[in-house]
């Protein structure tokens, strides 16, 4: 039995786009243009820039007190499913599985209540409440009445990549017709002043890969795949998108922040996304690389593609998008599926000069594709190391 799963939508909305569409072609023409956060105020002395959604955001209709990280994942799921050809009277005569990653998910923009409750107040609860309602997955199955698994990913920033993961899964085992999956995160001054302590944020647009990397630049958005089974699909006359074919996940154990040195956790997880898939290396097109721009993460992930893929062409899209932490996978492997479809993988915005210390180069101009598939991994904070293998076609 094949174990791909069909992706019949995706949606997307970031800094580059507020839609897939819009974010692609943006990063097709180099575009980018980080700035100080205006969500917020800082008060470092150079303010770190940051890759911020400036366009409103609708207001789904009932929920309009919903937190943002949960708006933003509403929005993309309202395009994936539209790409999808699906709407809520549909989906409410299917079985529907709602699985989200995320990272902050509003659960640190409540400063004024937690300043309150310490000095010894006795703040409104509607703070709470409104953070509680506003559980990214619950509130996704509660805008379209949905009764299928639901389940938040909260696993650092490899959370949207696990979030398909583990819907993808849902599909396999039969326990839903429809997986909505993905992950959403919004901006947040914790976050924000949290990266400036580790001094891992960079005072300009970030630059992975680059000798001069000095660190990321956070952003924020949301991803969204609508994965579904191939009986749902025959059943709708409906042609697929592409398809999850591996996914893999493995823990380095070595440390709360820092990458394994030789990159172990993130080998095993490749090794088993590839095995699943059926997939050989030689057969990827290209590779959506985490690539944040920081010093140690790169230069582990650099070894480690230089070693297993030393002719595959890679690429990481933060440059783009900055990076959107519980987001980031999801907002990837979307973007990872339209340029396999486009056959075009961007450039690496701010890659100029070779690192020494890395032994391989990610593309700096716009690179014609061939291929089907391709990988989309993540590294994150507690070692955790994910990748989604993805085609346009089921290997034969």
Known sequence: MSRAVAISGAGCLCAAGMTLDEAFAAMLRGERNPQPPRAFRSDHAEPFPVFEILTPLPVPGSDAELLRTTRLALSATSEALADAGLDGEQLRGLKVGVCIGTTVGSAMNNEDFYREFRDGGDPSMAPIERYLRSNPAAALARHYQLDGPCQVVVNACSSG????????????????????????????????????????????????????????????????????????????????????????????????????????????????????????????????????????????????????????????????????????????????????????????????????????????????????????????????????????????
């Open 161 to 396: 990549t696990d979030a398909i993961g583990l819907g993808a899964a849902w599909i396999r085992a039969g326990l839903c017709d429809i997986a909505l999956v993905g992950g959403a995160d919004e901006l947040c001054r914790t976050t924000y002043n949290g990266f400036a302590s580790l001094m891992i944020a960079d005072t300009g647009p970030c630059k992975p890969f680059d000798a001069r990397r000095r660190g990321l630049n956070l952003g924020e958005g949301a991803g969204l795949l609508v994965l579904e089974s191939s009986a749902s699909l025959a059943k709708r006359e409906k042609t697929p998108r592409g398809f999850v074919l591996g996914y893999g996940s493995a823990t380095d154990a070595y440390h709360l922040t820092a990458p394994h040195p030789d990159g172990n956790g993130l080998r095993r997880a490749l090794a088993e996304t590839l095995t699943m898939a059926g997939v050989a290396s030689e057969e990827l097109a290209f590779i959506n690389a985490h690539g944040t721009g920081t010093p140690d993460n790169d230069r582990v992930e650099n070894r480690v593609l230089a070693d297993l893929f030393p002719t595959i062409p890679f690429v990481s899209t933060k440059c783009y998008t900055g990076h959107t932490l519980g987001a980031a996978g999801a907002i990837e492997a979307a973007l990872t599926l339209v340029a396999l479809e486009q056959r075009m993988l961007p450039a690496n915005a701010g890659f100029d000069e070779q690192d020494p210390e890395l032994p391989t180069r990610p593309v700096s101009t716009v690179t014609p594709l061939s291929g089907r598939f391709a990988l989309s991994e993540s590294l994150a904070f507690g070692g955790n190391n994910a990748a989604v293998l993805l085609g346009l076609e089921v290997p034969r």
